[in-house]
């Protein structure tokens, strides 16, 4: 199933998300729901809290980027209850953007090498390092259930430029191919 995503300046995309008890009812549906969504929507990145689940979850699908193998190509995981335990390298900048703030992109500094630790949807345990692209985008995701969305990373003055769009999408005026939860209600 679809499920709608929630639009920048609803209060859940600032919160931390809670942890994932191995007993969630429906865990499973909801991972694939939030894999079809995200394919949906055309993302390669989608968090639980980005479907109005304070979870912390997100799914990774990195099919649909136009990235060589070696930057992770078919890279697809789900992370529950993940854990950035190291980031390491000189950050470096890459456009992003984020289903839940749409048509806006911007360039953010990452680290582009991260150890994480989590549970798949098999809640087999994982401890690994990953590089470039699965990296950035799992830095991103794990932001959304920290509570932190990328635009916070900018410069005062473009989000001075960027305000009213933001506001739009708060107020829910925003134009997706996907059905949206405004963000304040």
């Not at 639980?48 to 890279?75: C, H, T």
Request: with cysteine; net charge neutral.
């Amino acid at each position: 199933m679809i499920l709608p995503v929630v639009a920048f300046g609803h209060p859940i995309l600032k919160s931390k998300a809670q942890e994932v008890d191995a007993n969630y009812p429906e865990l499973q549906t909801l991972i694939d729901n939030m894999f079809a969504t995200m394919s949906h929507a055309e993302g390669v990145g989608l968090a639980a809290p980005q479907v109005n689940k304070s979870l912390r979850l997100f799914v990774v699908d990195l099919s649909l980027l136009d990235i060589k193998e070696e930057e992770g190509k078919n890279y697809k995981q789900t992370f529950i209850n993940p854990v950035i335990v190291e980031r390491v390298g000189d950050p470096v900048a890459y456009n992003e953007g984020c289903l839940s703030i749409p048509d806006i992109h911007e360039d953010v500094m990452r680290q582009p090498r991260i150890r994480i630790q989590y549970f798949d949807r098999e809640w087999k345990q994982h401890d690994e390092w990953l590089d470039k692209v699965p990296a950035r985008v799992c830095q991103h995701e794990y932001d959304h259930i920290e509570g932190i969305l990328f635009v916070e990373y900018l410069s005062n003055l473009k989000k001075m430029v960027l305000r009213r769009k933001l506001n739009d999408m708060t107020r829910g005026i925003v134009k997706t191919h996907y059905k949206m939860i405004a963000g304040k209600r």
